[in-house]
């Protein structure tokens, strides 16, 4: 099972910017797409962005289309989230999480993601 440690969240003006990392260990990287998912507050986890295991693929969530970007290094294990133009409704949780294989379909399938990290906390203020 791999293992996956978010980093880099934290508060930032609407209109800023973020970067989160994700941090894999434990398996080898390169077997697993890569998903990321945030929670609001009284709501479901949703679908953010979700990368295929050469990051030739990215997949993105029509609320954070041309905002964000989801990029991979194997070499480090590692998946980020860029996060731009950010407004007060991206304020929640960000999970990144670990499908072994493909990208699963749906890709927006929590039940099919084989890891989880801890999350990060985003928080936007306008």
């Known amino acids: 099972q791999v293992q996956l440690v978010e980093s880099g969240g934290g508060l930032v003006q609407a209109g800023g910017s973020l970067r989160l990392s994700c941090a894999a260990s434990g398996r080898t990287f390169t077997l697993y797409s890569m998903g990321w998912f945030r929670q609001a507050p009284g709501k479901e986890r949703e679908f953010v962005a979700a990368?295929?295991?050469?990051?030739?693929?990215?997949y993105y969530a029509d609320s954070v289309k041309g905002r964000f970007t989801i990029s991979r290094d194997n070499a480090k294990s590692t998946v980020y989230l860029q996060m731009k133009s950010l407004k007060p409704e991206d304020t929640a949780v960000y999970y990144c999480a670990a499908d072994w294989g493909e990208l699963p379909r749906p890709i927006a399938n929590l039940a099919a993601y084989d890891a989880w990290g801890q999350g990060a906390q985003v928080t936007v203020s306008s």
């Open positions: 990368i295929n295991r050469s990051g030739g693929n990215t």
